[in-house]
């Protein structure tokens, strides 16, 4: 599976943004679809992820701001962001987990920050 995010920029603090994730390749094989993030010095930490059955699942820094769904037509997976904080502020990445796949996009940057 092959997985490419775009959507990153530079957000004033109380913005959004929409991080789309595309997804090609072994479709079939993936049980979830995540995005993770991983800010300068610390390590690669979950945001929320969303399985085969539409499920999400999200960290508790990020509920009630953030909103992952699916678009399956377009095997692509977006990461709706409200309420942008300067924390939030990260490479984010998208993952595909499933049977014989473990795939990781290049990255996107987002920056919050006035």
């Known amino acids: 599976v092959q997985l490419v995010e775009s959507g990153g920029g530079l957000v004033q603090p109380g913005g959004s943004l929409r991080l789309s994730c595309a997804a090609s390749g072994s479709i079939r094989s993936i049980i979830t679809l995540g995005w993770y993030r991983q800010a300068p010095g610390k390590q690669r930490e979950r945001v929320a992820i969303?399985?085969?059955?539409?499920?999400?699942n999200y960290a508790d820094s990020v509920k009630d701001r953030f909103i992952v769904s699916t678009d399956n037509p377009k095997n692509t997976m977006y990461l709706q962001m409200n309420n942008l904080k300067p924390e939030d502020t990260a490479v984010y990445y998208c993952?595909?987990?499933?049977?014989?796949?473990?795939?990781w996009g290049q990255g996107t940057q987002v920056i919050v920050s006035s």
């Open positions: 969303i399985t085969s059955t539409g499920a999400p």
């Open positions: 993952n595909a987990f499933g049977i014989g796949v473990s795939s």
